[in-house]
């Protein structure tokens, strides 16, 4: 049996890890999502440097660990003299090598749109980039929302990369209670119902919107 008096005696530190961990999930999603609307649109732009760079970075970034770009932002860089917590140098990791997923996912949204919306939109008068922000892109992230959501979600469980950098997110604040409990198994089952908080509603959630662009195709 689970002895709840741990999740009790240490609901303070278990909400103070929940709390870091939305936070940095939420600007990671917010930030993620950005970059890699911006990633994506290079991947396909009329300009061969651009695909150039777009196509770099995306098979950099998603070829190697998330663990190697955390401990670049939180060891590497105090060499160069940048220092940051382990907080923001995570949030940071997180950001970047989310967004290589997602610029793919939106990618692809992008290249599902029919070509002649872009050339009626040329022969308006629009600019490329006017043609890309009001009518390709709306239509490209409508058609992958179901796949941008399961990256958000995945992003939620990566965030537990956190803890290796001292970064005050739930896994971190897990490592705490059970060092000072010396109790393991009852620990992070505790911690594993809090990620579930916020993975079932985003699960949920993403299937509703699934259903509901289905039924409007």
């Not at 240490?10 to 939305?22: A, C, H, I, P, S």
């Amino acid at each position: 049996m689970l002895d709840f008096s741990i999740l009790v005696d240490n609901m303070d530190m278990y909400l103070e890890g929940f709390k870091n961990t939305v936070m940095a999930s939420l600007i990671a999603l917010i930030g993620s999502f950005l970059l890699g609307t911006l990633i994506a649109v290079l991947r396909i732009a009329p300009l061969k440097p651009l695909n150039w760079l777009g196509t770099v970075y995306v098979e950099f970034v998603r070829n190697i660990p998330l663990l190697i770009i955390a401990f670049f932002f939180y060891i590497g860089l105090p060499a160069l003299g940048l220092r940051l917590d382990g907080f923001t140098a995570g949030t940071i990791a997180l950001v970047i090598y989310t967004a290589s997923f997602i610029a793919e996912a939106i990618r692809a949204g992008i290249l599902s749109v029919p070509k002649g919306q872009m050339e009626a939109a040329r022969s308006s008068g629009l600019t490329y980039n006017q043609t890309m922000r009001l009518i390709i892109l709306p239509q490209a992230i409508k058609i992958v929302i179901p796949p941008l959501g399961n990256q958000f979600i995945n992003l939620v469980k990566n965030s537990s990369i956190l803890s290796v950098v001292a970064g005050l997110d739930l896994m971190y604040h897990g490592d705490l209670i059970s060092s000072d409990t010396f109790v393991v198994f009852d620990v992070y089952i505790f911690v594993a119902v809090f990620y579930l908080i916020l993975t079932i509603p985003l699960s949920i959630g993403v299937g509703y919107l699934e259903k509901r662009l289905a039924k409007s195709n």
